[in-house]
């Protein structure tokens, strides 16, 4: 679809890019999770007045007391931004309502039969429709199936009576955080941004390009869009691949941890994936399906996504297969088993367990009888699918040594995996952590 032509009237457009310019801009931004909130302390630093809108009072409650809750921000920069009255909180929308620039990283999850949820973004969507007015910019950033902005946002902010590439300029920019990188951060991240009119890319590319070297413009909504989710589907795809040669490799009797470490070597045409236990996360499970949906509208079946999940959501009860047979070689059974799962946050060195892998593992464990206990650094608590509530307990010698069997579901790196593997009667290594300090030893197998 090629951008409206719509003309804007000079002063709106003009106007909201000399307020961005000048930082007078006051922005708002809906949704301040691991998305929303570094964007918001990024854009105080440079001088913006920034408020963010949250349902949950607790979140807001934080910022308001310049109190950080993600680990991509830093704690010193978001209580400054407070301090100066860059930044505040509110869970009153009418506070964020009036601002020139709304942007919107609300979450995108999917319904049971794994259908886009898109309930966030339209109820967004409709309270901005009911305050919106001429001058503003709202941008759309949380991950969604191609032709949202135009299909969804659009006809609500519409309904105004507003023109939009005139009056009131669209977005959509797709966020790009990969939650733990200490090297690639919101600010160092370079953005796509497409806009519903050349005046809207025009007021959208001006405001991400006050905290962004490079902002690639492109030529509508729905390639920003599309962007965004085949960066995910790419990543899912290639997961499922390392993990299918995983199972067959065992099959081979080949280490499909020393294939992929040879393969890396290939300084082209290759880019490296490990196996795991799945893919957890808000983010690679769930956006391919996305795309997936949206293609069925016209009629198009995405193998590859559908294979793709296939393989990811069955990886959790290969690892179980896995320690089955381990056990049963030790002529034990899972039922009755001391079993210690090391690590349940979705990938190493974060704290989110959304859609972990371990979760689903201990799910099939305790429900084939085993005893169960879980060690993770980072996650001191955790509530499983049915309500259950867990401990991390200390990875003490008593703990290592009383158990059956270590399962090392994540490998955070703050973990003595040497003393693990000496004390250990049996681990299952899901991610090579113990790559260093197995040294051919007996008691360890290998996804
Ligand atoms: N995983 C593997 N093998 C791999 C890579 C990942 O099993 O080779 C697993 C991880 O353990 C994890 C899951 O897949 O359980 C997802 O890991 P991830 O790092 O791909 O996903 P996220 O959700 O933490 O972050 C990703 C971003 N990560 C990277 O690009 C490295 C990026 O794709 C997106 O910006 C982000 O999702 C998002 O918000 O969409």
Redesign the pocket.
Known sequence: MQLLEAPSTPNSLESLKAKILDRTARVGVVGIG??GLPLAVEKAKVGFTVMGYDRNPIRVDQVRAGLNYIRDVQDRELAEMVDLGRLNATTDFAEIAGTDVIVICVPTPLTPNLDPDISYIRAVGELIAQHVRPGQLVCLES?TYPGTTEEVLLPLLQRSGLRVGEDVFLCFSP???????ARYTTKNTNKVVGGVTAACLDAGGCFYEQTIADVLRVSSPRVAEMT?VF??TF?AV??AL??EMTMLCNRLGISMWEVVDAAATKPFGIM??????????????L?PFYLAWKAREYDFAVRFIELAGEI?IGMPSYVCDKIRHALNDRRKTVRDAAILILGVA???D?DDCR???ALKIIDVLARDGANIEYHDPHVPSLTDHHGRSWHSVPLSQETIESSDCVVIV?DHTNVDYERLTKHAKLIVDTRNATRATRNGAKNVVLL
Request: glycine fraction near 12%.
């Open positions: 691991y998305v991950t966020e790009r955080v990969d939650p733990g990188n965004k960066e995910n990543r290639n997961i390392v993990n490296r994936f490990d196996p795991g236990p799945g893919v957890g996360g808000h983010c690679i499970p956006d990811n979705y990938k190493r974060i859609e972990s892998p994540t």
